[in-house]
T-cell receptor, first 113, second 111 residues
Framework: DAGVIQSPRHEVTEMGQEVTLRCKPISGHNSLFWYRQTMMRGLELLIYFNNNVPIDDSGMPEDRFSAKMPNASFSTLKIQPSEPRDSAVYFCASRGSGATEAFFGQGTRLTVV | GENVEQHPSTLSVQEGDSAVIKCTYS??????FPWYKQELGKGPQLIID?????GEKKDQRIAVTLNKTAKHFSLHITETQPEDSAVYFCAASRGDYKLSFGAGTTVTVRA
């Protein structure tokens, strides 16, 4: 298995633009997590999906952030409009049914200028 | 919600010495405690985990201990090697729920 696949690996965008981050979880996994990592705040959970349904989105910073999981093999995290303070590394992780170990992707480094 | 505190934030050890990282958690219902290693430019990778029904677990040079009463757990790395240099994160969760991470410890192993 190729593991959790995220794209793009790096994204540089101008303030005000829309940004879409993509994630392909490990096949057969039914839980998906989006995390944000910054020096100041560490690893923060943004949203958690189970069987494609958002279970907990309390970590989503504000209405500019939205996440979808249209099917078991794809999820997106969208920021519109983007701001410089959104600059961070965004990780997607997935976990199998009944399992406890979460597998992380390589991350997307987002820079908003 | 769960609050996980991790100490120290940085740790420098001589190759061959041991490294110890400590974490505390706040939610007494947490029952799963993984440790992740993150190398530069990569995502966190699970290195060892422990569940609340176990007090200690070992895997070669790595061991984790859990004290449920005091709500703290620790990572021990023995005979450290240069490739152990990385950022280590502890985490806690209620089994199949979300993971709450500590702030991370940057470990540097000096040759």
């Amino acid at each position: 298995d190729a593991g959790v696949i995220q794209s793009p690996r790096h994204e540089v965008t101008e303030m005000g633009q829309e940004v879409t981050l993509r994630c392909k979880p490990i096949s057969g996994h039914n839980s998906l997590f989006w995390y944000r990592q910054t020096m100041m705040r560490g690893l923060e959970l943004l949203i958690y999906f189970n069987n494609n349904v958002p279970i907990d989105d309390s970590g989503m910073p504000e209405d500019r952030f939205s996440a979808k999981m249209p099917n078991a093999s794809f999820s997106t995290l969208k920021i519109q409009p983007s701001e410089p303070r959104d600059s961070a590394v965004y990780f997607c992780a997935s976990r199998g049914s009944g399992a406890t170990e979460a597998f992380f992707g390589q991350g997307t480094r987002l820079t908003v200028v | 919600g769960e609050n996980v505190e991790q100490h120290p934030s940085t740790l420098s050890v001589q190759e061959g010495d041991s490294a110890v990282i400590k974490c505390t958690y706040s939610d007494s219902a947490s029952n799963y405690f993984p440790w992740y290693k993150q190398e530069l430019g990569k995502g966190p990778q699970l290195i060892i985990d422990i569940r609340s029904n176990v007090g200690e677990k070992k895997d070669q040079r790595i061991a984790v201990t859990l004290n449920k009463t005091a709500k703290h757990f620790s990572l021990h790395i023995t005979e450290t090697q240069p490739e152990d240099s990385a950022v280590y994160f502890c985490a806690a969760s209620r089994g199949d729920y979300k993971l709450s991470f500590g702030a991370g410890t940057t470990v540097t192993v000096r040759a």
